[in-house]
T-cell receptor, first 117, second 110 residues
Framework: GAVVSQHPSRVICKSGTSVKIECRSL??????MFWYRQFPKKSLMLMAT?????????EQGVEKDKFLINHASLTLSTLTVTSAHPEDSSFYIC?????????????FGPGTRLTVL | QQQVKQSPQSLIVQKGGISIINCAYE??????FPWYQQFPGKGPALLIA?????SEKKEGRFTISFNKSAKQFSLHIMDSQPGDSATYFC?????????FGTGTSLTVIP
């Protein structure tokens, strides 16, 4: 398998502040990383696809100015929630894509629980 | 439009029983069908996956059955255990485009 880490695992912040979440692929290079949001007992909602060295592709309805994504290297992508509000409270999960001739899989991080007060 | 339809939404099974979760897709371009297991507060983890050139894949107590003509695939958990209680997601993909089902919450009661 492959290991993807996320940091922090939990964050509590005040309304109006910005929060950065890091996603790292620890043992492989990922040209593509994904960011998901998950509400309690709900499915995974894809927010954006992040490709190394280029701008992220956001899903319809996701505010690109609010959820800033940077994929500066093949092992690191970051999601910054800017001017966070209580409605941004959620479970954010990243994944890293590992592709090849006989292999195409995405490996998920452990998730980050964001609580905005 | 939901690319992958998953059912049931929730499932309760007795310990030792068989858990069956079904998924259906429309896009014949999909060429990879993984299943993920997610425990509360954790990220999903790959459980088992299949490509459309085989009809069945088994890994331990977990089996994927794949019906290409019907565009359906299912996860079977044999001898279900309380530790299998989790949410299961099916997915279908082509390249780095993944589409997930809505998830099935499985509860295995002792």
């Amino acid at each position: 398998g492959a290991v993807v880490s996320q940091h922090p695992s939990r964050v509590i912040c005040k309304s109006g502040t910005s929060v950065k979440i890091e996603c790292r692929s620890l043992d492989f290079q990922a040209t593509t990383m994904f960011w998901y949001r998950q509400f309690p007992k709900k499915s995974l909602m894809l927010m954006a696809t992040s490709n190394e060295g280029s701008k992220a592709t956001y899903e319809q309805g996701v505010e690109k100015d609010k959820f800033l994504i940077n994929h500066a290297s093949l092992t690191l992508s970051t999601l910054t929630v800017t001017s966070a509000h209580p409605e941004d409270s959620s479970f954010y999960i990243c994944s890293a894509y590992k592709g090849g001739l006989s292999y195409n899989e995405q490996f998920f991080g452990p998730g980050t629980r964001l609580t905005v007060l | 439009q939901q690319q992958v339809k998953q059912s049931p939404q929730s499932l309760i099974v007795q310990k030792g029983g068989i858990s069956i979760i079904n998924c259906a897709y429309e896009n014949t371009a999909f060429d990879y069908f993984p299943w993920y297991q997610q425990f509360p507060g954790k990220g999903p983890a790959l459980l088992i996956a299949i490509r459309p050139d085989v009809s069945e894949k088994k890994e331990g107590r977990f089996t994927i059955s794949f019906n290409k003509s019907a565009k359906q695939f299912s996860l079977h958990i044999m001898d279900s255990q309380p530790g299998d209680s989790a949410t299961y997601f099916c997915a279908a993909s082509t390249g780095n485009q993944f589409y997930f089902g809505t998830g099935t919450s499985l509860t295995v009661i002792p």
